[in-house]
């Protein structure tokens, strides 16, 4: 006999003796079985688990924090004041030039001037 | 998160446009007496305009005796008109500023001219004009 017979006999005898076992004997198997099988799926739920949230990551979390981050820079830059011309020096000009401010807003001024160029 | 405390934490201080800019007294001497003909406005003069008068005040040294005194003489007028008349002179003053000296000079020559007519005449000319409008200063004290 040798060793690939000498095992198959060994498991003919243990499937022969399966029907004489004692119920609580069955049970624990049972236990034991349940209890091998959750760890497995366990070991193999987890890799699947961190692979979801990396895909999470890069395809929901990352684009839509870029988003947030493109509606937060335009909304600030929405909110800044349009910078203020300076008319300090045209206004320093203006006031104190010979023409008072008067004749550019007198419109009887406006049509003498028309007038007498136009000769 | 960030976008959600954004606007609390921008609306939480004062935008350019509401600052009030320096009060009256904080002025420096020079300054209270380049702008003397402004005392009375300054407290309805917002706050961007106060710095632009202080900007004027800058350049006040540096114009002749006669130039100062036009300069003065003016603010009070050119400070009770309205932002659409302060535009419209200064563009004009642009557009005078580029032409030839001799063509200044009619202009100048002109307005004397004019300013020599009574007041019948030039009504009669105000009324000739197409918008049939003489000036009229505005009262509001807004900004530029």
């Known amino acids: ?119 | 998160m960030l976008f959600l405390c954004l606007p609390a934490g921008v609306h939480a201080g004062k935008s350019p446009k509401e600052e009030p800019g320096p009060d009256w007294a904080q002025l420096t001497t020079e300054e209270q007496h380049i702008l003397a003909p402004l005392a009375d406005e300054w407290p309805k003069i917002d706050g961007p305009r106060r710095h632009k008068w202080i900007g004027i005040a800058r350049h006040y040294p540096k114009m002749t005796p006669l130039q100062q005194e036009r300069l003065q003489s003016r603010m009070k007028q050119w400070a009770n008109m309205t932002p659409e008349q302060r535009a419209q002179v200064r563009d004009r003053y642009k557009k005078l500023k580029e032409m030839s000296p001799e063509k200044r000079e009619a202009i100048h020559r002109k307005w004397k001219e004019y300013e020599g007519l009574t007041e019948e005449e030039k009504k009669n000319l105000r009324q000739a004009h197409p918008a049939r409008s003489a000036p009229q200063p505005g009262k509001t004290l807004t900004r530029d």
Do not use: C
């Open chain 1, 1 to 119: 006999m040798n060793e690939q017979d000498f095992a198959e006999s060994i498991a003919r005898k243990l499937d022969e003796g399966l029907d004489g076992l004692p119920p609580n004997t069955l049970y624990r198997l049972r236990l034991a079985r349940d209890a091998a099988l959750s760890r497995a799926h366990l070991g193999e739920s987890e890799p699947r688990l961190a692979g979801s949230a990396r895909l999470l990551n890069r395809r929901i979390l990352v684009p839509l924090f870029a988003l947030i981050l493109g509606l937060s820079i335009l909304f600030l830059w929405q909110q800044q004041p349009s910078p203020q011309p300076d008319y300090a020096e045209i206004d320093a000009q203006v006031l104190s030039d010979e023409l008072p401010v008067t004749a550019y807003l007198d419109t009887g001024f406006e049509v003498w001037l028309y007038h007498h160029t136009a000769d």
